[in-house]
Every structure is written in C-alpha cells, then in structure tokens.
C-alpha cells in the first residue's frame, strides 16, 4: 500500500507544534500534517484562566508522569503533568509569560551554537507576540502583530501589593517588565490571556490554520517511531486507536513532541545510546549517545504563612458569596482573579548579595493550598522560589521496546551541591521579604516550614522532604556541536536527514524562568530553518 505524503510531518501538537504547524502551512505552499497523541478538547475549564487548577492534574488530559524515586528528596516520586492534547502542556500550564535572561541565550550562542543568541532570538519573540499590556513596555523588546496575545494580570490583589512593597524593603526595586532590558527585580507577571480567555498555543496559532487546505491535523495518533532508510527519515508509523498507519514525508519531519516524548520516539526509532538501545533489544539506526540525556528542571520550595485578615483567595474560594462576586466580576468585566493565573506577582533575584545576575525566581500567591488542586481551609499567602539554572542533570530513558510504556524518568534533584546550597539561598530570601514591615498587617503563623526550622542543615532537610517540580523539563534533544550533542544549531538531528527536533529538548541549558515563552521561540526559528528563510 502506498504510503499517504506530505512536503512536512510534525511529530506532538503542543506549543511547538502548534506553531510550526501555522508557519509551515502558512504561505500554502506545502503540504503539512501534523499528529498529536492527544485528544482536541473542548473543555471550558481548558479557557478559563483560573482553569489551571482543574486541568493539571486532570488524567483525561496528561501523560500522568512521575518521576523515579530522586535520591536527593528522600526518594520521593514527582509528578510531571505533560499536557496530552491538541495545544499540549501549553493548554494546562500556568500562563506565565517569562523569555529568560539575554545571558541565557547569548550562553547557547557561546557553546557554538550560531544563530541563537539573544540578538537573533529575539526577533522570533517578538515574531509570535501580540503585546496587549502596559505602555510601559518597551517596544524595542516585544512584538505588537503576533498571533499570542500577552496581557497584563487582570488583578491587583492587597497581598500582591503588600509583596511588592515588601520586595523593595528586602532590596528588590518594582520593575515594570521582567521581559525588558534587565529582568531583575519584582512585579506583576504578563499572562498568555486575552480578554478574560487563555491564549494557548491552539487558540492562538493552530485553530486560526485549521480552514488551510493544505494543513491536516490527526488527533488521537500515537507516533510509533520514525522511518529511515539510507540514512534519511522518510516517514512515520503512528497508532490509532487499534489501527497502524504511515505516512511518508517529502522534504522533512520534525519532532517537536516535548522533553519526555521526543528522546522516547528517537529511542525507539533506533536513534539514541547504542548500549542502552541494544539492552532495549532495538537496532542502532543512529548511535547518538545523549538522546535522553541532559535533562533539567526547576525545582521549587514553598513558604506559607496564615493571614490574619480575611483577604487571601482562601477567603473568597471558601465563601459562597464571596465565590458568586468573583465569578460575576469575571463574567461582567473579564477582570478579578478568575481572568488570571495562579501566579499574579513575582520576582527575580540574585541568591548571593552582590551578584548581579538574578539566579533565583520567586512565585507569590494571594492564597494557600493544603495539596496540589485543594485550597486551605484557612487564610493564607504562599512564596514559591526556585534555582534558575541548576547543575544537576538527569535522564529519560526508554524502559522497553513499547511504546505504551512510559519512559524512566530520572532528574537527580539535587546531585550537585551548588543546588541544594541556592534553595536555601532562597528560602532565606523570601523569609526576609516575609519579614519586612509591609507584611505586617497580614501575617500570621508560618505554617511551612515553620519557625523553628532555622538552620541551614533543618532548611535542607525541609527542601529535601517538601520540594516540587515547577514542570519545566528541558534538554533532552540537547543542540550543540559536540559529539553528545543530539542536533546541530539548525536543528537537524546529528548523522541524519530530513529529520530535526523543534521543543524544550533541545535547550543546552535552561532558561531563566518559565519555558513556555522560549519553547515558542524555538518553533519559531524551526519554521524559519525549515523553509530557508532563517
């Protein structure tokens, strides 16, 4: 039987997928089928901002990931929400709108990596955005005509004022723009929202190529592995439901199927470490030695407090009325937290006084939750703070030749000093903002990790105990120009042709904050290199 042919397959319709399905198919030149595992969702919950904490965890739309046992938090199991639908983990994450730091790129361009540093990046960023904020933005940094609206939050809480407030006592002056010149200091974030509606990657760069001729998307199909023949990718076998089916592709296939998935569909393709591929009982197609390698993650550490006076999100989210007021601000107006993230306000900030370069990130919520999804009972406040750029590196590697069997996913939290050493940097620091006078109206007891817990060794020992993915897995699909590296700066997979990698995995390092932004970025450029116009 002959084989169905397209000028372009691309492999996970998530952020990255969504994207260069638009830009490939865009000029109606090419033919462009693009396969996601998933289902296209309709949920109302998957629009609403305030949605996020319905759909993170919600089966029906994950991969339902955890981690190995991690040595360094007391052989506790993290789970890793992936998103598995048409839009991806871009459709249920928190909509933070955060590029990274220009060192971050301007970093990759200095491991030999030609065309991705800041000053080249940045025209991809600004390419994808339609900024939809404060005036206050400088236009030389952001892009006006773009098909992602980024918005300013639609609240301004008491508690995230008092922050703010409380940042600047503790030496971090208000800036009015963490994706700028410098992303030092305390704000509010800008969400991926547009009057009071998630902007995902499907509303935003998919749904509107849906009509194109020339672009077809297939839910529900699970890429098998990728065809090669002397030397070349020239189609893929993908599952649905009962059914196989191939596809061929003409000019080239790109896997932009996330951290996890991506090494997992190359793996089994035969494209990946050939000692563990030959345990696995799969032929070596390519020897790759660092497909699943090179895996890095934020990892983060909370402090909550009580409040003592009847203003967080715990007060509105546990009264009848005060929830009916909320849904009807957000249903009038588009404004209030319902129209916003679970993260109004935040900052960036150096763990070493003295040092420039912030390395640590802060998340500050008006409320607390007694576990993932389930808010307290209680009035509350919550800080988040993570390490930017961590030194440990871990692994996804296949446990079997199935591909219904989820890899081995192991982050090693914690394997390098340096990272343990900066979380309690960091807890100190939001302490300290804690502490300042600007709090002193709302704060009650700290519940976690509590006031007795002082010393650096206690501190440690509550990181190692309580400490939580912020779900941003990157570099698995690492680009470079060494010999571990899985692709070259254009993307293309090493020793191959007419195959590239276009997502998070291919991140050498992580970038300085929330990834959704850069992972857009990536596809952006991916689309560029695809049709020679980079």
């Known amino acids: 039987m002959v084989a169905e042919t397209f000028d372009f397959i691309v492999v996970g319709g998530g952020s990255a997928g969504c994207v260069l399905a638009h830009r490939l198919s865009e000029d109606g030149r090419h033919s462009v089928l693009l396969l996601e595992a998933g289902p296209r969702s309709r949920s109302l919950w998957r629009r609403i901002p305030v949605g996020y904490f319905k759909t993170v965890f919600d089966p029906r739309l994950g991969w339902g ?42 970093h990759w361009k200095a491991l030999g990596n030609t065309g991705w540093g800041f000053a080249d990046v940045l025209h991809y960023f600004r390419k994808s955005e339609r900024q939809t904020g404060s005036a206050a933005k400088e236009a030389a940094y952001h892009g006006r005509s773009g098909p992602m ?108 199927a996330g951290t996890i998935n991506s090494p997992q569909i190359l793996h089994l393709s035969g494209i990946g470490p050939p000692d563990h591929l030959g345990a696995m009982g799969l032929p070596v197609v390519a020897p790759l030695p660092g497909v699943g390698r090179n895996l890095q993650d ?29 849904a009807a601000r ?22 070493n006084e003295g040092s420039g370069r912030p390395d640590l990130q802060i998340h ?44 081995e996913i192991r982050a090693n939290y914690l394997s390098d000093a340096e990272d343990a050493r900066a979380l309690v940097a960091g807890l100190t620091l939001i302490r300290r903002i804690a502490a300042a006078a600007a709090f002193d109206p709302y704060r009650g ?20 105990e309580t400490a939580s993915s912020l779900y941003h897995p990157v570099g698995t699909c690492r680009m470079g120009v060494d010999r571990e590296a899985v692709v070259d700066p254009a993307l293309r997979v090493r020793g191959l042709n007419g195959l590239r990698v276009a997502d998070a995995s291919i991140m050498p390092t992580l970038v300085s904050g929330n990834t959704n932004a850069a992972t857009i970025m990536i596809a952006e450029r991916a689309a560029d290199l695809m049709l020679g116009r980079a």
Request: glycine content about 10%; some cysteine; overall charge positive.
């Open 330 to 351: 957000y249903l009038l107006r588009r404004t209030g937290p319902l129209a916003g993230g679970p993260a109004p306000a935040g900052a960036f900030a150096p763990a």
């Open 65 to 106: 990931y955890t981690t190995a046992p991690e040595p360094g938090l007391n052989d506790r199991a993290l789970p890793w929400p992936r998103g598995r639908l048409l839009g991806g983990t871009g459709t249920i994450n928190g909509m933070v709108y955060i590029r990274g730091q220009h060192a971050d790129f301007d």
């Open 445 to 464: 007891v700290e519940r976690r990790p509590g006031p007795g817990t002082t010393r650096d060794r206690a501190l440690l020992d509550y990181v190692r």
């Open 364 to 407: 500050f919520m008006p409320l607390s939750m007694a576990r993932p999804g389930v808010v307290d009972s209680r009035s509350g406040f919550t800080f988040n703070v993570c390490q930017l750029r961590p030194m440990s590196r871990g692994s996804v590697m296949i446990r079997s030749p199935d591909p219904g069997d989820a890899p």
């Open 298 to 326: 934020h990892l983060q550490v909370q402090l909550v407090h009580d409040c003592t006076r009847p203003v967080s999100l715990n007060d509105d989210l546990n009264s009848l009325w005060r929830k009916g007021r909320m």
């Open 149 to 256: 609206a980024v918005s300013d939050y639609p609240d301004r809480h008491p508690l995230c004022e008092a922050f703010l407030a409380a940042a600047a006592e503790a030496g971090l002056a208000r800036t009015p723009d963490f994706n700028g010149a410098s992303q030092l200091g305390a704000g509010y974030y800008q969400i991926t929202a547009e009057n009071g509606l998630r902007a995902d990657p499907y509303a935003a760069f998919l749904k509107p190529a849906l009509r194109r001729p020339n672009l077809t998307v297939r839910c529900a199909a699970a890429v098998l592995r990728v065809e090669v023949a002397e030397g070349r990718a020239t189609g893929v076998v993908y599952r649905s439901g009962t059914t196989e089916a191939r596809v061929a592709a003409r000019r080239e296939i790109v896997l932009a």
